[in-house]
């Protein structure tokens, strides 16, 4: 199957919408008054097998907003330190953030054939109450996600692996997990995409997804 054929799939796997793992770390759990603090997105693609596979990966640390609340419990969960110098040099608007973050996003919506993006995330419902919280702060007009549905892998992963925690469901799925590393939107964010692409490729492998009947029927379009 040609690559192009692949990306066609794409679009078929998931009612033309383009799958795009989110992570966010906050200053809260308030998506309205809380501050974003990272955010990372990793967008999805296809092989020629119909298996679903990582793509690339975008990180930003983002400033705070004006008037934006920051609990301490939460850089004490996170590790974050604001006042790093390193960081304060990189870090972007928020504005600024979710524009870098939507511009590939909208590419890759292009580049699949698809009509929208729609969000997945460990407990989703979180990330996306911030995205969609964020979008309306910064007047984003042309949000290339779906406003509310979203694939949450605490839920997928509870239903084929038995774990709920993104560590122990990571493990339980062959894929290594460094706890040193948790709690870093690019590092949830990659191992959130590895995980998603298992539980889809699972369900494929046992028959749910028959590639062989989607390709056939692309034949006779």
């Not at 004006?66 to 928020?94: H, M």
């Not at 524009?99 to 919506?109: C, D, G, L, M, T």
């Not at 729609?118 to 990330?127: K, P, R, T």
């Not at 046992?206 to 009947?213: K, R």
């Amino acid at each position: 199957m040609s690559e192009a054929s692949a990306q066609g799939l794409m679009a078929q796997r998931f009612r033309s919408f383009l799958p795009v793992v989110v992570d966010m770390e906050t200053g809260g759990f308030d998506a309205k008054g809380d501050a974003i603090l990272e955010i990372a997105a990793v967008t999805l693609s296809m092989d020629p097998d119909g298996n679903l596979i990582p793509d690339a990966t975008y990180a930003f640390h983002v400033t705070p907003f004006e008037g934006a609340n920051v609990e301490q419990s939460a850089l004490d969960f996170t590790g974050i330190n604001l006042d790093d110098p390193l960081r304060k040099r990189v870090a972007l608007s928020e504005s600024e953030a979710m524009n870098e973050i939507f511009r590939p996003v909208r590419k890759a919506i292009k580049a699949h054939n698809c009509t929208r993006a729609v969000l997945v995330g460990h407990n989703a419902a979180f990330d996306h109450g911030f995205l969609n919280s964020a979008v309306d702060r910064c007047n984003i007009k042309r949000n290339p996600f779906h406003p509310f549905s979203s694939f949450d892998t605490a839920s997928l992963s509870g239903l084929v692996y038995g774990q709920t925690v993104l560590a122990r469901a990571c493990r339980a799925a062959g894929i290594e997990f460094d706890n040193t590393e948790a709690h870093s939107a690019r590092y949830d964010t990659e191992r959130t995409a590895e995980l998603f692409c298992s539980i889809v490729n699972r369900f494929k492998d046992l028959g749910g997804w028959n590639l062989a009947q989607r390709e056939q029927g692309m034949d006779e379009l």
